[in-house]
């Protein structure tokens, strides 16, 4: 019987046994799909059964396996997630063509993820993990995106989906043997076919291992690098068939390979190939003479391309290249061959773009060449090299080669054995590390049954793995348990063993399946199914018993193969379906659970147990693991596990007394004699450590059991409970017998594992005691832990350790206790470490000294156990001390680590987990504090449970952090300060630019019964917030649409006829027409990026409605009827408008891609102009990007006018500055200037050339390219050609040169680097004010020899074409430069001869250039205005308003005039540049005044001589400077002035004129109200070309200026709007903000008070921005330190989260803030304190705790008489809630709750009154005292008048207890004697509280001879005992006490 309890010790329970089966299965067969049939077949083997007899069931079942393995198979995955630790697993299932992924466990359902079906049989399905990283070097994995990849291989090709939802397919160039997902992508193998050898002449072998590193690059070949092969280190392709991959692991990132050969395993690690290898590969060819294996690269490149030509399809290994087509696989397989090579360069260009770009699976066989011409690899990447960019891949050379990307390089082969064992290759690999962490690489040779693992390890520098020797386990199968560091090994005999590393477990039972072996003496063989739970081990105690002695019969378990069990003869009695039950296999293995495979076919799912469940054990195995050397933990884990996992083991309850037991017979004790341990009460669970006596159960009974219940604890509570008192049972006598037995010494037995390192653990297990009293929650498991070390410090002799547990537990811990005694002799035995002290350390007394500011001892912490204790440490030492050194050093001095040498490794990781990231803005120790904690993952969970007086000091910080945070602070950091406003601010911050938050998504019904006028999407939460006096947003919206028809309104008068009247309406409504198409231009800028689209609808673009509604009776009025003229392609332009507003409704920040981009191309051709115009907006806000080449391509080759227009702007707008190669071309193509002076004559229209120089202008804005300028310098006086050309709107193309080349050289001004020889200003002053034209220079000489036909120019240049382009290129050259040279010449002339040669729009040009030059000169004044005149324009002008003309010979009034208006106008609109977006309010004035001015003149009589047009022009400019001043505001002046000239139509009025007022009133409501305009050189310079003072005359001109680039603005507004967001309500709301701006010439620094939602000054102004209290928390952003976090806050709606402080009500409820709480109980606060009514608390907070303790704690109910604890909680609450400091409530109580516990003397642990006592000593230390110095108006933290009441609480309750008897005991205490137990309690809290130091350090001071006190106080000094407590002991220790005075 002996023997079987000793089985029974070893054997361990599996639990959980469940029936598996593999969930896509039974999925499958109901998925709707024609596989239905196949699946049929495939029904599992338990369902055959019931066919046919036993007899025909051999048959059948072997039939299933064969065909199960072939059709199905399944793989599983531990399950992710981030929220919590929920643990599950993911089932991947493949299936003829289907895959299904599903997720679930046993506690949650198992449900379908996804389901893949595709074309041809799955070959193998895995998941694998894609870098997205532009960068592909080794760190970058470390830190890059990924995309999570489910991958799908079929014969030809292989599908991968993204978990986002991309799908991407990519072809295989040759067949595929398997596939492995690696640390980097996909690695294939080739499958070598037979006719592997060609029969022509000899061929080098190809490549037989490629990667692919992301499902959009190519497939490359794997090099490989080894030293051992050759003698030296050669790096080559991977081209041995015999070498076949049979295990590869992501981390480490290792490969494990067998070579078939040599029949050898050899271990590879797998890494980035370095540039030098891949250069070595690549010239392979070029070191002659070949080695073996190697394949140079000349002939590798011929025999791919002879492929790729398509000859030999017959021995070529690729023969396989696409199974699609191998039928047709003839010379010419136009799919394949047909193609150029160039397609693969699109490729990797479109690499950022969609996964729609599916040509890559063209490119497999052509660009695999690897020529060897090519020295140095070209990789084709993104970049800005002119020689990466779409059109070199069009001349890319056929012999491109194929670059490889992953390499492996040789670390460790297995020894070469005497015997060649032929097929050794391992069916099984894996990674297993035991219980120390040691790691072993396992793998399983089938064929000799045997598991071999190797040990490996870093070497020191992290570098390299090195391998071990090899150990063998004799197994069948085996897997890994991962969760609990061991392995499952199945023995050939059929039994389950546990292995942890190489260190045998014990054997596994599981209920339910019988034990493999069968004996004859079984006379009635159970019949046993899987599933039959056994509920006891019992009936199989007699098989168990006979275990190891009896010879199996069966030859089963030696038989992998279920086809063999006809030849064996069975046993007569054992039934067939007995001996089908033994294990066949094991798989799946994830976490603790793993797969079974029965021979029967079925599986079972089992769990094995955890090494300890309960949270104690775990820190206290921990903790002895971390101490003891290696091979002694590994043998305890083992043991304890095999205790702890015995079948019917503990109950969660009893594990720690199983704990107890295991560990003291390790080291040596008898438990069964030692009393305590004893009396474990272990729930009936029949322990196999408890003796076996015990675990018989025995029918009758006996009288120990009645002893052993007296004993036991359970006895003892019941005799001490109320009821047994009540009920007066006399208590039972417990016989004494057993006390005699006990009263002999118990000695320890020395020769037990862990005897001699009992100290070691002593210690350890007492820093894990210090850690756990700094987790509230932990408390049953310190009374725990105290019993056990109590027991060990009595035995070690340790007194100072015995004190100090019973001052922290009295009641438990008694004076008196059973000590086992340790024989002198062998106490030399016990090894005493280095670090163990006599003093124990104590947490709270080491933080109790540092806030008295006393020296301590470093603290004794062990990493990764002792975090908490760490934490403490070091945050005290930082704020209390003060020491900023404490957390950044890599070790503290305030700490010393406990180590054994060899696990250093282990603490280094430990270390740099911490490490403390400098936090960019951190001033005072709290903020430096709170960062820290946030570093380290410290989180106010954490900080709940610490005890309230450890927690104070931190708290404090985190109440100072709470005022005045820094906003750029992590998220953490936010959360752990209880700001949610920043935390969500953060986290938004960290979102990537997706749907906003404040996204109005308004419900598609509104759309329907009002037609669509493109303006819906309005966020009119925000401006309802901006603007919400009036409703001037709906004006706006009326004025701005264009979708609904006019109202023509004409009264027939009596002479006209009907057919006249018609004619008149239509000619009124052509009018009116010519304001409607007018119309889009400002509904774009209105809309500006509100809208997000759907990507899977087209974009609406609202229709123009060029229709009218004739009154009375609403007739409809058409222009298309034909009673009048109207003008072809009117509305060509207008639609180009309306599709650029629609465009820009889209916010950049949305997901489109270039697929959604083609798919709202539309289908009539009538709105290609609009799609063009849509395709502009695009670029605008910079999605055009995503837009593939090859589609731009398409769009420019239809040779459509508006297209082309729209996008060559769009493309150059989204490349702006970025010189882009690509780009440039496209724009080339489109300019002869910039072609070679031989290509052909491309015939472009007028327009596009236009367009692509002012393209050019953009993409090379600011560079200040040469040969840039040069073009374009010449091109502003281009001469018209012969044969018509250049003829045509001339003045328009000289404009954009002009403007371009202002672009190009944008600011440069002088320093013009290299351009000197061009004499840039000269010439431009030549083009502005006319002079003899110059040779052309340059390769266009020919072209410009023989003159024009049509226009005679004659030598000089045509000034009327030249002077704006090149007036303007010389203020964008010179902008802001302030260069007074050159701002003379652009003076407007002071005489009237001069006056007549400019034309006086011109001198507007002139005015504007000059005054931009002059930047800072600019004044927002009339004055300054009017000083822009000359002198004699000033002096002649006439006033307008006069009626009689003066008369002068001399003077040309007309001109004057004209000149005068002009030059006003241009001075204007030079104010709008300087101010654009200030809202500034003189400028704003100043420009007003101007504007009413111009309406007063165009009304004046004598208005005709300066001429209308002129003055309508110049009231156009004036109003647009006046919106830009006011850009986004809204400002209601201006708007009127809008709405006054919106209703002017007819006359001057002409279609110019209307597109300049809406413009105007475009940008008043900019982005509605959201977006303003910048002042940056690059925006003044899109402004220019936006707003060009010459306006269309109709609505088809562009003979002075593009129409296109009007839309330019959209590059000069930003967004600046900010919209204070409630993170409580998550709505927009008013807030306060203080703007502070730098100080500048003009103004010093000054502040400024906003109303948010407001739009913020330029940023590069402000100096930083708060958001003011007293309504919400302070807010403060720093711009001083960069302007970056604002940015990202305002580009994301600028939306800044704010949170409204306790008692206060937001502005829009409480405008004055008279509602307020705070308001009124401010003023008379004590009295208001009492009347605080609970019911008022709602006001302050919305925190539910609060408010429910307000409800049962502070009302009243009938059965409470208690008022004074209701008003003490109420003033609590109040106070907590006035002060903003709810998580004090908490402290508050627990203080109150251990005053009164101690005033009833009911105390029986003081670790709440050490709280108090730290409480006290916080407030009462030097730091915090400084601390109130420094911040006088800081509200209390804690009330001043609690804790003085709570000190004198305490004082008094100790006081009455000394003077009742308390002071024997003390004296007793103190002399060492033994004092009475019902004192216990109250002496340890004396000693606490007043810190007596402990009896063995009094003799020390020698106290008898004391006297006086003075003399007392000199000698406890060294004991730094408190002055308050010396006083209380003097009476003790002076026997006579004498008079204080001396």
């Known amino acids: ?139 970058a994995y470390s830190s890059a995106e990924v995309e999570k990849c489910i991958c799908i291989l079929q014969s030809s090709c292989i599908n991968m989906h993204s978990i986002e939802g991309k799908d991407y397919i990519a072809s295989l160039p040759f067949q595929v043997a398997n596939v492995w997902p690696t640390k980097y992508g996909l690695l294939f193998e080739r499958s070598s076919s037979s006719h592997e050898v060609p029969l022509g002449p000899p061929r080098e072998p190809l490549p037989t291992m490629f990667s692919m590193l992301h499902p959009l690059d190519e497939i490359t070949p794997l090099v490989c690098k080894s030293g051992s092969l050759f003698g030296s280190s050669r790096v080559q392709y991977v081209v041995d068939h015999a070498m076949k991959i049979v295990f590869l692991s992501t981390d480490p990132s290792i490969v494990m390979t067998y070579d078939t050969v040599q029949c050898l395993h050899s271990v590879w690690v797998l890494r980035r190939v370095k540039a030098e290898e891949e250069n070595a590969v690549l010239k392979f060819s070029e070191q002659g003479g070949t080695p073996q294996n190697v394949a140079p690269s000349s002939s590798l490149t011929a025999n791919l391309r002879s492929l790729s030509k398509g000859d030999s399809p017959v021995t070529s290994p690729f023969q396989n290249y696409s199974s699609i087509h191998s039928q047709s696989r003839s010379t010419s397989s136009p799919s394949l061959h047909s193609r150029s090579p160039s397609i693969s360069n699109m490729a990797a260009l479109s690499r950022a773009h969609s996964p729609a770009s599916g040509v890559q699976s063209f490119t497999g066989v052509q660009r695999f060449n690897l020529s060897s011409h090519n020295q140095s690899p070209r990789r084709h990447s993104i970049s800005h090299s002119p020689d990466s960019n779409s059109n070199s891949s069009f001349l890319a050379p056929e012999t491109e080669p194929i670059v490889p990307e992953l390499c492996i390089d040789h670390l460790w082969t297995e020894a070469i054995t005497n015997i060649r064992e032929k097929n050794s290759q391992a069916s099984k690999v894996f990674i297993t590390s035991d219980l120390c962490g040691q790691k072993f690489l396992c793998f399983l040779v089938e064929s000799q049954l045997q598991l071999r693992c190797v040990k490996f390890q870093e070497s020191n520098d992290k570098t390299q793995l090195i391998f071990g020797s090899i150990t063998n386990i004799q197994a069948k199968d085996a897997a890994p348990v991962e969760k609990i560091d061991t392995m499952l090994v199945l023995e050939s005999s059929g039994n389950l063993v546990l292995y942890t590393g190489v260190v045998r477990v014990g054997k596994v039972f599981i209920p339910g399946l019988p034990a493999p072996s069968l004996t004859m003496s079984n006379a009635m063989p159970r019949p046993s199914t899987p599933l039959d739970s056994v509920s006891t081990p019992t009936p199989l105690s007699k098989l168990l018993g006979s275990l190891d002695e009896v010879v199996l019969l069966s030859p089963v378990p030696e038989l992998r193969d279920s086809s063999k069990l006809h030849d064996s003869l069975y046993n007569e009695d054992c039934t067939f379906q007995q001996l089908g039950t033994y294990i066949h296999s094991i798989r799946d293995p994830v976490r603790n659970r793993v797969t079974l495979e029965l021979s029967n076919g079925s599986m079972v799912r089992i769990t094995l147990p955890e090494i300890a469940t309960s949270e104690l054990v775990q820190t206290c195995l921990q903790a002895i693991k971390f101490i003891l050397p290696k091979e002694i933990a590994v043998q305890m884990l083992v043991k304890w596990y095999s205790v702890h996992s015995a079948p019917g083991g503990p109950s969660y309850h009893s594990e720690w007394n199983l704990f107890v037991i295991c560990l003291m017979n390790m080291m040596g004790y008898n438990t069964d004699r030692l009393a305590w341990t004893r009396n474990f009460d272990f729930e009936g669970s029949l322990s196999p450590v408890i003796a076996p006596k015990k675990a018989r159960p025995s029918e009758t009974g006996s009288d120990e059991d009645w002893e052993y219940l007296l004993n036991s604890d359970y006895h003892q509570k019941v005799e001490s409970h109320l009821l047994n008192r009540s009920l007066c049972l006399s208590p039972l006598e417990v016989s004494q017998i057993k006390d005699e037995d006990l009263s002999q010494n118990l000695s320890l037995d020395s020769s037990t594992l862990l005897f001699s390192h009992i100290p070691a653990m002593f210690f350890v297990l007492h820093l894990v005691y210090e850690e756990l009293k700094l987790n509230t929650l932990m408390g049953e498991g310190i009374h725990s832990l105290v019993d056990l070390l109590v027991q060990l410090a009595r035995d070690l002799k340790l007194e100072p350790y015995l004190d100090h547990y019973y001052r922290d537990y009295p009641t438990l811990v008694r004076t008196t206790g059973q000590v086992c005694t340790i024989d002198q002799g062998q106490t030399g035995f016990m090894h005493h470490p280095p670090f163990f002290t006599s003093e124990p350390p104590s947490i709270y007394q080491w933080v109790s000294s540092c806030l008295k500011g006393e020296e301590m001892p470093p603290y004794p912490y062990l990493p990764g156990i002792c975090e908490r204790s760490r934490l403490v440490v070091l945050s005290i030492a930082l704020y209390i001390l003060g020491d900023e050194s404490s957390v950044c050093e890599e070790s503290s001095h305030y700490l010393s680590r406990i180590t054994l040498a060899p696990q250093k490794s282990q603490a280094e990781q430990e270390e740099n987990r911490f490490s403390f990231r400098h936090s960019p803005s951190v001033s005072s120790l709290a903020e430096r504090l709170v960062v820290w904690m946030a570093n380290v993952g410290f989180t106010l969970r954490d900080l709940e449970t610490l005890p309230f007086g450890i927690a104070l000091p931190i708290r404090d910080a985190i109440y100072h952090c709470r005022e005045q945070p820094a906003a750029d602070w992590p998220e953490a950091v936010c959360l752990l300060i209880g700001r949610q406003d920043l935390s969500k601010q953060a986290c938004e911050g960290n979102l990537p630019k997706g749907k906003s938050v404040l996204s109005s998504d308004v419900p598609s019904g509104t759309e329907t019964e009002e037609e669509d006028d493109g303006m819906n999407d309005m966020n009119q939460e925000v401006m309802s917030l901006i603007w919400s006096e009036d409703l001037r947003v709906q004006d706006v919206r009326r004025l701005l649409q264009s979708a609904h028809p006019v109202r023509v309104n004409v009264v027939q008068y009596p002479e006209l006829s009907d057919h006249e009247f018609i004619e008149e309406k239509e000619n009124r409504l052509l009018q009116l027409c010519q304001r409607t198409m007018a119309l889009p231009v400002g509904r774009g800028m209105f809309t500006l990026f509100s809208y997000h689209p759907v990507p899977t609808e087209p974009l609406p673009i609202p229709k123009l409605n060029l229709t009218g509604r004739a009154p009375p009776r609403n007739t409809t009025v058409d222009l298309n009827s034909g009673n009048i003229d109207v003008p072809p392609n009117m509305t060509s332009w207008a639609s180009f408008h309306n599709g650029v507003a629609a465009g820009l409704k889209i916010a950049p920040a949305s997901q489109i891609d270039s697929a959604w981009i083609v798919y709202n191309k539309p289908k009539h051709a009538e709105l290609a102009n609009e799609y063009a115009g849509f395709l502009m907006a695009l670029g605008l806000n910079g999605h055009l990007t995503k837009l593939a080449t090859l589609n731009i391509h398409d769009y420019l080759t239809k040779g459509h006018e508006m297209t082309s227009i729209g996008l060559l702007l769009g493309v150059s707008a989204a490349k702006l500055g970025t010189m882009d190669m690509s780009i440039t071309r496209l724009l080339s193509i489109h300019i002869p200037a910039l072609l070679p002076p031989t290509s052909t004559e491309l015939d472009v229209p007028h327009n596009v050339q236009v367009a692509a120089v002012v393209g050019i202008g953009l993409v090379y804005q600011g560079t200040a390219h040469r040969h840039t300028a040069e073009v374009l310098l010449a091109e502003i006086g281009r001469p018209p050609g012969p044969e018509m050309e250049y003829c045509t709107d001339r003045e328009s193309y000289s404009l954009a040169a002009g403007l371009a080349l202002g672009m190009v050289c944008l600011g440069h001004g002088s320093n013009l680097i290299g351009m000197s020889d061009l004499n840039v200003p000269e010439q431009l002053y030549q083009y502005m004010v006319g002079g003899h034209r110059r040779f052309q220079a340059g390769m266009h000489r020919e072209k410009h020899k023989s003159p024009s036909y049509q226009i005679k120019e004659g030598d000089t240049i045509n000034v009327d074409v030249t002077c704006p382009g090149a007036t303007l290129a010389l203020a964008m050259i010179y902008l802001k430069t302030n260069n007074r040279s050159i701002a003379d010449w652009l003076r407007a002339p002071d005489t009237m001869y001069l006056l007549d040669f400019v034309k006086p729009e011109f001198l507007l040009l002139r005015t504007l250039a000059r005054c931009l030059i002059l930047w800072d000169d600019i004044l927002p004044n009339s004055k300054w205005v009017d000083s822009n005149v000359p002198q004699i324009i000033r002096e002649n002008s006439i006033s307008l308003s006069e009626i009689e003309l003066p008369c002068s010979e001399d003077l040309n009034l007309e001109t004057l005039s004209q000149a005068h208006v002009y030059i006003i106008a241009g001075a204007c609109l030079s104010l709008g540049f300087r101010f654009a977006g200030s809202e500034n309010l003189s400028a704003f004035n100043c420009l007003h005044k101007f504007a009413k001015d111009f309406m007063t003149y165009l009304s004046a009589p004598n208005a005709s001589v300066t001429g209308p047009y002129n003055l309508e022009t110049c009231l156009s400019v004036v109003l647009l400077s006046l919106a830009m001043v006011m850009a986004g505001s809204g400002n209601l002046k201006v708007l009127q002035l809008c709405r006054f000239l919106h209703m002017k139509t007819g006359g001057e009025m002409n279609y110019g004129f209307h597109l300049a007022h809406h413009m105007a009133l475009g940008i008043l409501f900019l982005g509605g109200g959201r977006y303003s305009l910048s002042t940056s050189n690059s925006s003044i310079a899109a402004l220019l070309c936006a707003l060009y003072p010459h306006f269309p005359a109709h609505s088809t001109d562009n003979r002075y200026h593009l129409q296109a680039l009007r839309h330019l603005y959209v590059l000069a507004a930003e967004p600046r709007l900010l919209v204070p967001v409630d993170v409580d309500t998550n709505t927009p709301c008013y807030a306060l903000l203080e703007v502070t701006y730098k100080g500048t010439q003009w103004y010093e620094q000054t502040k400024e008070e906003l109303m948010a939602p407001t739009l913020l000054p330029e940023l590069h102004l402000l100096k930083q921005i708060k958001v003011k209290g007293p309504r919400y928390w302070e807010l403060l952003i720093d711009l001083s330190k960069g302007t970056q976090h604002l940015k990202s806050i305002l580009s994301k709606d600028g939306v800044l989260y704010v949170k409204l402080r306790a008692g206060q009500l937001s502005y829009k409820d409480d405008p004055m803030g008279w509602q307020s709480l705070l308001a009124q109980t401010v003023a008379n606060r004590n009295s208001e304190a009492r009347a605080f009514k609970p019911e008022t608390i709602s006001a302050f907070t919305s925190d539910p705790a609060l408010l429910s303790f307000a409800e049962y704690f502070c009302k009243p109910t009938v059965n409470m008489g208690q008022q004074e604890l209701l008003d003490l909680f109420s003033s609590v609450l109040y106070e907590c809630v006035t002060q903003e400091t709810p998580e004090m409530l908490p402290a508050y109580i627990a203080m109150d709750q251990a005053v009164r516990r101690l005033g009833r003397r009911e105390m029986s642990e003081t670790s709440e009154l050490w709280q108090i006592k730290l409480v006290l000593e916080f407030f009462s230390s030097r730091s915090h005292q400084e601390r109130l110095q420094t911040h006088p108006k800081r509200g209390l933290f804690m009330n001043s008048e609690f804790l003085p009441v709570v000190k004198c609480s305490i004082d008094n309750t100790l006081d009455q207890w000394l003077q009742a008897g308390g002071d024997v005991c003390v004296h007793a205490y103190l002399s060492g004697q033994p004092w009475e137990e019902s004192q216990l309690s109250m002496l340890a809290c004396f000693l606490v509280y007043h810190s007596v130091p402990a009896p063995r350090h009094l003799p020390s001071v020698g106290l008898e001879g004391s006297t006086s006190f003075a003399e007392l106080l000199f000698k406890f000094k060294q004991l730094k005992m408190p002055v308050r407590a010396l006083l209380r002991l003097a009476p003790l220790l002076l026997g006579n006490p004498q008079p204080m005075v001396m």
Not at 12 to 22: M, R, S
């Open 1 to 139: 019987m002996s023997n079987f309890s000793e089985e029974r010790a070893t054997m361990i329970a599996a639990g959980d046994l469940q029936e598996f089966v593999p969930f896509g299965r039974d999925h499958c067969k109901h998925h709707p799909n024609a596989l239905n049939l196949q699946l049929r077949q495939l029904q599992p083997a338990s369902e055959l059964w019931s066919s046919d007899g036993a007899a025909g069931l051999v048959g059948s079942l072997q039939e299933v396996t064969i065909h199960e393995k072939q059709k199905e198979s399944w793989q599983l995955r531990r399950g992710g997630s981030e929220i919590g630790e929920v643990d599950y697993d993911e089932e991947l299932y493949v299936a003829g063509n289907m895959v299904i992924w599903s997720k679930g466990s046993k506690s949650q359902a198992l449900a379908v993820y996804k389901a893949f079906t595709v074309d041809s049989p799955v070959q193998q399905a895995l998941w694998c993990d894609f870098i997205i990283s532009q960068d592909k070097s080794e760190k």
